[in-house]
């Protein structure tokens, strides 16, 4: 910034400090008539001569700053020495008033053209750095590609161009494009065409460096480029959107004929922001593929829905220990009997640990119990198995579980249970008794060998077999906070359902668990509920439903 001149006399131009100042000097009276100049202020303004009005010959906004400044003077004996701005031909000047006592003013005219654009690009600059911030901050607020590809689009069209077109990589014959107009809705589409018929488009999806503006002629791009309604185009920009390792696609900036040309540093700023908008856009995709692995892997590890079966209903339900979490270590199955008339079995077990870690070891388990359906009436020999592949595995974990054979016989429902240090079996008869259901055993993968107790006996109608999981009956909490639900509990709340069916008594159970809890911490609960229906079935429709049944 050049400071203000020192203030000078204005009785003659003969060995006065403007007299041969190197920058124009204008002095006028209290009056507004012009009384001096100097040789740079008659080269500069030629029209503006001595004895003539001072608003005669120099710029309207210096007129006006003089006529402010001479009724400032007059009203109140003094002038404010602000200086003032404004153009001379193609450059710009700040007038510096120096105010004499009588009010005779001299203006000193400095050139500030080089300044004025320093600050122009600086402010220029911060208004594109806060943009790009405030761009990236807009953009990572969303991890869905498609609301991503929105955002994209809406803020070129709004900061960049008058419309911006968002060019995803081609899924098989089509284009996935979002347009959007400045002061208009994103609008995607599928386009049927090939990017390399538009110049720079093929390129920048493959992630090439972007092809000069100048060399892509507006009047050749396709219908499908230009929006509805836009008009002619006048400049297009395409430049590649980068992604992480990949490109993510490409961005298409538009402007109207009678919007000025890209310049070559309006198309540098573009492929800034075209630099996070595919940083975004990648991360959006990832996650996205991310989540589908994720949920596919999810539905896989999750519980399976229980039917009934061969004339055996079969219920569970299953609560991870943390809300924010869909698996964890208790997990169940039941494997319809590949032959009509043969057991069907139902596992229920628990894997040391809880989360995502403990759920991949009980999907292996799973798996592996799967692979041993053929000899699943020895169940002695499928532990024995079982407890050899975890041994040989890298899990350092162990698990308990629990087999359940189950058969229906006449209106009963035979069960032959075998418990590997699980929690025992409880058996709900028609009366409300509870009994534990005679079955021992050692837990497996942790002891080279797993000796197991199998236990047979038969559910008359109305009858049910619990399998449950030491989540229920150690979770901790009650009127006081602390204590445990246990075992002697749970079988009176069982008591109490006697003669219902097998959804009722998971949906029991789950709900006198989660209110002794709360909202305390807890572990995995599963429990699985095997009952002998009260009536004699008679039909199934496909085999999943109750059918029709005698009274």
Same mark, same amino acid.
């Given at each position: 910034?050049?400071?203000?001149?020192?203030?000078?006399?204005?009785?003659?131009?003969?060995?006065?400090?403007?007299?041969?100042?190197?920058?124009?000097?204008?002095?006028?009276?209290? %009056?507004? *008539?012009?009384?001096?100049?100097?040789?740079?202020?008659?080269?500069?303004?030629?029209?503006?001569?001595?004895?003539?009005?001072?608003?005669?010959?120099?710029?309207?906004?210096?007129?006006?700053?003089?006529?402010?400044?001479?009724?400032?003077?007059?009203?109140?004996?003094?002038?404010?020495?602000?200086?003032?701005?404004?153009?001379?031909?193609?450059?710009?000047?700040?007038?510096?008033?120096?105010?004499?006592?009588?009010?005779?003013?001299?203006?000193?005219?400095?050139?500030?053209?080089?300044?004025?654009?320093?600050?122009?690009?600086?402010?220029?600059?911060?208004?594109?750095?806060?943009?790009?911030?405030?761009?990236?901050?807009?953009?990572?607020?969303?991890?869905?590609?498609?609301?991503?590809?929105?955002?994209?689009?809406?803020?070129?069209?709004?900061?960049?161009?008058?419309?911006?077109?968002?060019?995803?990589?081609?899924?098989?014959?089509?284009?996935?494009?979002?347009?959007?107009?400045?002061?208009?809705?994103?609008?995607?589409?599928?386009?049927?065409?090939?990017?390399?018929?538009?110049?720079?488009?093929?390129?920048?999806?493959?992630?090439?460096?972007?092809?000069?503006?100048?060399?892509?002629?507006?009047?050749?791009?396709?219908?499908?480029?230009?929006? %509805?309604?836009?008009?002619?185009?006048?400049?297009?920009?395409?430049?590649?959107?980068?992604?992480?390792?990949?490109?993510?696609?490409?961005?298409?900036?538009?402007?109207?004929?009678?919007?000025?040309?890209?310049?070559?540093? %309006?198309?540098?700023?573009?492929?800034?922001?075209?630099?996070?908008?595919?940083?975004?856009?990648?991360?959006?995709?990832?996650?996205?593929?991310?989540?589908?692995?994720?949920?596919?892997?999810?539905?896989?590890?999750?519980?399976?829905?229980?039917?009934?079966?061969?004339?055996?209903?079969?219920?569970?339900?299953?609560?991870?220990?943390?809300?924010?979490?869909?698996?964890?270590?208790?997990?169940?199955?039941?494997?319809?009997?590949?032959?009509?008339?043969?057991?069907?079995?139902?596992?229920?077990?628990?894997?040391?640990?809880?989360?995502?870690?403990?759920?991949?070891?009980?999907?292996?388990?799973?798996?592996?119990?799967?692979?041993?359906?053929?000899?699943?009436?020895?169940?002695?020999?499928?532990?024995?198995?079982?407890?050899?592949?975890?041994?040989?595995?890298?899990?350092?974990?162990?698990?308990?579980?629990?087999?359940?054979?189950?058969?229906?016989?006449?209106?009963?429902?035979?069960?032959?249970? *075998?418990?590997?240090?699980?929690?025992?079996?409880?058996?709900?008869?028609?009366?409300?008794?509870?009994?534990?259901? %005679?079955?021992?055993?050692?837990?497996?993968?942790?002891?080279?060998?797993?000796?197991?107790?199998?236990?047979?006996?038969?559910?008359?109608?109305?009858?049910?077999?619990?399998?449950?999981?030491?989540?229920?009956?150690?979770?901790?909490?009650?009127?006081?906070?602390?204590?445990?639900?246990?075992?002697?509990?749970?079988?009176?709340?069982?008591?109490?359902?006697?003669?219902?069916?097998?959804?009722?008594?998971?949906?029991?159970?789950?709900?006198?668990?989660?209110?002794?809890?709360?909202?305390?911490?807890?572990?995995?609960?599963?429990?699985?509920?095997?009952?002998?229906?009260?009536?004699?079935?008679?039909?199934?429709?496909?085999?999943?439903?109750?059918?029709?049944? *005698?009274?």
């Amino acid at each position: 910034m050049v400071s203000t001149p020192v203030q000078a006399g204005v009785g003659s131009s003969h060995g006065s400090p403007w007299g041969s100042a190197p920058y124009p000097v204008l002095v006028a009276d209290i %009056e507004g *008539t012009l009384v001096r100049r100097n040789d740079a202020a008659r080269v500069l303004l030629p029209a503006a001569r001595p004895g003539r009005p001072f608003t005669q010959g120099v710029p309207s906004w210096l007129s006006a700053a003089h006529d402010r400044l001479r009724h400032t003077h007059r009203e109140t004996g003094r002038a404010p020495g602000a200086p003032h701005f404004g153009p001379i031909g193609e450059r710009s000047y700040e007038a510096h008033p120096s105010v004499q006592d009588d009010g005779v003013v001299a203006w000193w005219l400095l050139d500030d053209t080089d300044h004025r654009l320093v600050r122009e690009a600086l402010h220029q600059e911060r208004e594109r750095t806060a943009f790009l911030v405030q761009a990236s901050n807009t953009l990572l607020s969303s991890l869905n590609p498609g609301r991503c590809m929105d955002v994209i689009a809406q803020l070129a069209a709004e900061h960049l161009a008058d419309a911006a077109l968002v060019v995803a990589p081609s899924r098989g014959h089509q284009l996935p494009v979002v347009t959007c107009v400045r002061g208009g809705a994103p609008v995607p589409s599928h386009e049927p065409v090939v990017p390399d018929d538009v110049p720079g488009l093929g390129e920048a999806l493959r992630g090439f460096p972007p092809v000069p503006s100048r060399w892509i002629d507006p009047a050749a791009a396709p219908a499908w480029l230009v929006p %509805e309604g836009f008009g002619p185009v006048g400049s297009i920009v395409i430049t590649p959107l980068p992604g992480h390792g990949v490109p993510a696609g490409a961005v298409v900036l538009l402007r109207g004929p009678e919007a000025e040309a890209f310049s070559e540093g %309006e198309e540098v700023f573009a492929r800034l922001f075209a630099a996070r908008a595919g940083a975004a856009l990648s991360a959006a995709r990832m996650y996205a593929e991310q989540s589908s692995i994720t949920e596919v892997l999810m539905r896989e590890l999750l519980p399976p829905s229980l039917h009934q079966i061969s004339g055996v209903d079969f219920a569970g339900g299953y609560r991870p220990s943390a809300d924010h979490e869909r698996v964890g270590g208790d997990f169940y199955d039941v494997h319809p009997a590949p032959v009509e008339g043969q057991a069907s079995l139902a596992t229920l077990g628990d894997v040391c640990g809880k989360g995502l870690e403990a759920a991949v070891l009980t999907g292996k388990i799973r798996n592996t119990l799967h692979a041993l359906l053929p000899m699943a009436d020895d169940h002695q020999k499928m532990i024995s198995l079982l407890n050899t592949a975890l041994l040989n595995s890298h899990h350092t974990r162990f698990a308990t579980l629990v087999l359940a054979s189950a058969v229906r016989e006449g209106n009963g429902v035979k069960l032959r249970l *075998t418990s590997a240090g699980h929690p025992t079996p409880l058996i709900l008869r028609a009366g409300g008794t509870v009994e534990e259901a %005679e079955t021992r055993g050692t837990l497996v993968g942790a002891m080279p060998s797993a000796p197991a107790r199998t236990a047979a006996l038969t559910l008359a109608p109305g009858e049910a077999c619990v399998l449950y999981t030491d989540g229920i009956t150690e979770a901790r909490g009650g009127p006081m906070g602390g204590v445990q639900f246990g075992e002697k509990r749970l079988q009176r709340a069982l008591s109490e359902c006697a003669g219902m069916p097998s959804e009722s008594i998971v949906e029991r159970v789950q709900m006198l668990a989660s209110q002794w809890v709360g909202k305390g911490a807890h572990d995995d609960m599963a429990v699985v509920v095997i009952s002998a229906p009260r009536s004699h079935h008679l039909s199934a429709v496909n085999g999943r439903t109750r059918g029709r049944f *005698t009274a």
